[in-house]
């Protein structure tokens, strides 16, 4: 998922751990809802066999929710004003359904199989909220072709944009101890950390920039030749040092997999291979990833999953 979705911070601990905001009762025709089934392609598997398959439905209204939000924000030609206001307007729609209410026709294919999960699990309505701020902060950035000016700032967007969707898994799992929240923090920020080295290519001609400027200037990378798409040898070591970092911040969070159960842990391991595998495609580019997006093939899934058999 090509979440802006997707860093530990004690104020997502708060709205994760806190209790959830109340919700009536759902109307009957929402709990028969139905999530629309996973079309985009994705790196990391969303919602696959390995799901338990009691929780699949619930991550696939999670996911639809997500995925729609981040299409407004990211998808097609709009205006910038006008995707803030879809943004609101997709908000409104999730504080009707959070306070068991209609939404409105445009969404109901989304608020209504999330409306019923809401109602069933008891869901933290401020995570959900979290990704939409997120996701108008790049409608923003995007309009102003601003970057970020170092990692703590990139990570306090992570921290809306990638963390809530693992906190929300961890809900539905029935896990909320504070190292499991850490961890998986730790695993959600490394995903949206790959996700922005493995898309530059994409990304910047976009006027999406998610290199921080005080790694550019560490490196002496020059912002015309990154414009540019040029692979330098400061662009390389730029880029090899933030793949690092992703790197390292996703080891923190790996062990996470043996606290999950039966298929949950094996499904995580999947996804933190997959986050890896990347890692090692955009470091064999060497920079190269400036100009060529790397992608899993089959052969990628076999070594994952011969390496998620060893974690």
Known sequence: MNDRSPPPQPEVASAATSAPQPLQTAPHHAS?????????????PVASVLCPPHLRQPIAAIYGFARTADDIADEGDALAEDRLADLAAYHADL?????????????ASVFLPLQAVLHSHQLPVPLLEDLLSAFAQDVEKTRDAEGYADR?????????SANPVGRLLLHLYGVGDAQALRQSDAICTA?????????????????????????????????AELLALQSTRENARL????????????????PLV????????WE????????????????????????????????????????????
């Open 32 to 44: 028969a809802a139905l999530a629309a089934p996973v079309t985009h392609y994705e790196n990391f």
């Open 95 to 107: 504080m009707a359904v959070a306070q068991g209410q209609p939404p409105s026709p445009r969404w």
């Open 152 to 160: 703590a700032e990139l990570l306090d967007y992570c921290r809306r």
């Open 191 to 223: 995903l949206q950390l790959i996700n922005f080295w493995q898309d530059l290519s994409v990304d910047i001609p976009r006027h999406r920039h998610y290199l921080p400027r005080a790694d550019c200037a560490v490196h002496g990378a020059c912002q």
């Open 239 to 254: 880029i090899a040092d933030c793949a690092d970092w992703a790197r390292t911040t996703m080891y923190s969070g790996a």
């Open 258 to 265: 043996h606290g999950l159960p039966g298929r949950a842990g």
């Open 268 to 311: 995580l391991r999947l996804v933190v291979q997959g986050g890896l595998r990347i890692l090692d495609k955009v470091e064999a580019l060497k920079g190269g990833s400036l100009h060529t997006r790397p992608r899993l093939h089959a052969w990628d899934w076999v070594v994952m999953l011969g390496r998620a058999l060893v974690m």
